[in-house]
């Protein structure tokens, strides 16, 4: 049945560029920026609904682009509640472009905006809208564990964060060029955090399979949870030969881009908790897919970064097992996640609650990308 008012009528997008600093480094990058393409639906009731990619560094403009020039136009008049078929619709459109992080990146804004617009047309939160499994999810915090953080620095805020902030769970930075100094950073940290602190640790790709495997046996001493993407992420045959090597949960998925790649991965049984990335897989459309596959298979989720948008998903769906928490956004919202201890909670209001700060969005757009688009009848 038709129903006018959920017409798309306009459609705004804007890249904001927020500094990281002092800036933040793993085994095979440093940033200092977190790049934030937003999109934001309005239909012809007055209902907004907004969405948001990222980008650590750099290339939002190139997403921003494709938003402005291909996708946006696109979606107007188009039926907001068909969220699933619009997507498509949308996915198609740029089907040479697929898949790509840009591309994914893109359609995540626009995917996130939709499903928020959803939430607010039934007045109801987003993560019951999308299966209401819990009302928390446990986090873990990387923000202290990046790899270019001095040791004492390092030690000092993993004590902090469970002593102070309450968190029972930590995500360490390895890679570094000695696995004895990867080996001595771990150790003080569990020595400092005690043995009921969960620990985890993450080799952003850094790794080839043997290196991988000598050094997860050196690392297996600390009584870690998981490693994550010890090698690349495309190397299914290397995280299936890790398997044989190691007792240690093998974690990863931020970098796959498509449902079709997480299906893969649990065929051939190369990963132990898989970790979709909300903005990476193309929105909370793909996320939930790929949380339901990895439930039919009998594995964990734990969806990657975007705390404030990733809890709304980990709580839809029964398997996911934490959330991380980096609270990279946190400048540019009028207020932080949900948290009690070492929970994260989802917002209760209609969509997934997220509130930007207005003024914090405009001191740090970037200069010119802000572009709209309205039905003819509405300009």
């Known amino acids: 049945m038709a129903d006018h008012g959920a017409l798309i009528v306009g459609a705004e997008a804007r890249l904001i560029r927020i500094p990281v600093d002092p800036p933040r480094g793993d085994a095979i990058q440093q940033f200092a920026a977190l790049e934030l393409p937003i999109v934001e639906l309005?239909?012809?009731?007055?209902?907004?609904?907004?969405?948001?990619?990222?980008?650590i560094g750099n290339g939002g403009t190139a997403i921003h682009s494709l938003l402005r020039d291909e996708l946006l136009p696109a979606v107007l008049e188009q039926d907001a509640r068909r969220t699933v078929g619009l997507?498509?619709?949308?996915?198609?459109?740029?089907?040479?472009?697929?898949?790509?992080?840009?591309?994914?990146?893109?359609?995540?804004?626009?995917?996130?905006?939709?499903?928020?617009?959803?939430?607010?047309?039934?007045?109801?939160?987003?993560?019951?809208?999308?299966?209401?499994?819990?009302?928390?999810v446990?986090?873990?915090?990387?923000?202290?564990?990046?790899?270019?953080?001095?040791?004492e620095e390092l030690v000092a805020l993993s004590d902090e964060a469970v002593r102070?902030?309450?968190?029972?769970?930590?995500?360490?930075?390895?890679?570094?060029?000695?696995?004895?100094?990867?080996?001595?950073?771990?150790?003080?940290?569990r020595e400092a955090v005690g043995p009921h602190t969960t620990l985890m640790v993450d080799a952003n790709q850094s790794w080839s399979i043997d290196t991988?495997?000598?050094?997860?046996?050196?690392?297996?001493?600390?009584?870690?949870?998981?490693?994550?993407?010890?090698?690349?992420?495309?190397?299914?045959?290397?995280?299936?030969?890790?398997?044989?090597?190691?007792?240690?949960?093998?974690?990863?998925?931020?970098?796959?881009?498509?449902?079709?790649?997480?299906h893969e991965c649990i065929r051939r049984g190369?990963?132990?908790?898989?970790?979709?990335?909300?903005?990476?897989?193309?929105?909370?459309?793909?996320?939930?897919?790929?949380?339901?596959?990895?439930?039919?298979?009998?594995?964990?989720?734990?969806?990657?970064?975007?705390?404030?948008?990733?809890v709304t998903v980990a709580c839809a769906v029964a398997n996911s097992v934490f959330v991380e928490y980096i609270p990279q956004m946190e400048i540019v919202l009028r207020r932080p996640i949900r948290r009690q201890g070492e929970f994260a909670l989802p917002f209760e209001e209609p969509g997934h609650g997220i509130q930007f700060d207005d003024a914090a969005l405009d001191r740090f757009a970037v200069h010119g990308s802000a572009s709209r688009t309205f039905q003819q009848s509405h300009r």
Not at 138 to 151: A, I
Not at 164 to 189: H, N, S, T, Y
């Open 42 to 55: 309005t239909d012809a009731a007055g209902r907004r609904g907004i969405g948001f990619g990222y980008t």
């Open 87 to 136: 997507m498509r619709q949308l996915t198609k459109r740029i089907h040479a472009l697929t898949p790509g992080c840009i591309s994914s990146t893109a359609l995540a804004a626009i995917d996130v905006a939709l499903w928020d617009l959803a939430g607010v047309r039934a007045g109801t939160p987003l993560y019951l809208l999308l299966g209401g499994a819990t009302d928390r």
């Open 138 to 151: 446990r986090l873990y915090n990387t923000h202290v564990g990046w790899l270019n953080r001095p040791l």
């Open 164 to 189: 102070r902030d309450g968190f029972q769970a930590l995500k360490l930075k390895v890679g570094k060029p000695d696995i004895d100094e990867d080996c001595e950073r771990v150790a003080k940290v």
């Open 212 to 262: 991988a495997i000598t050094r997860i046996r050196r690392l297996e001493a600390y009584d870690l949870y998981w490693i994550e993407e010890p090698l690349e992420a495309t190397d299914l045959d290397g995280f299936a030969r890790l398997g044989q090597h190691t007792a240690l949960a093998r974690a990863g998925g931020e970098s796959l881009y498509s449902v079709a790649a997480f």
């Open 270 to 310: 190369a990963l132990d908790v898989l970790q979709p990335d909300v903005a990476r897989i193309g929105g909370i459309t793909n996320a939930i897919a790929a949380c339901h596959l990895a439930a039919a298979a009998n594995l964990p989720v734990a969806p990657h970064v975007s705390p404030e948008l990733s």
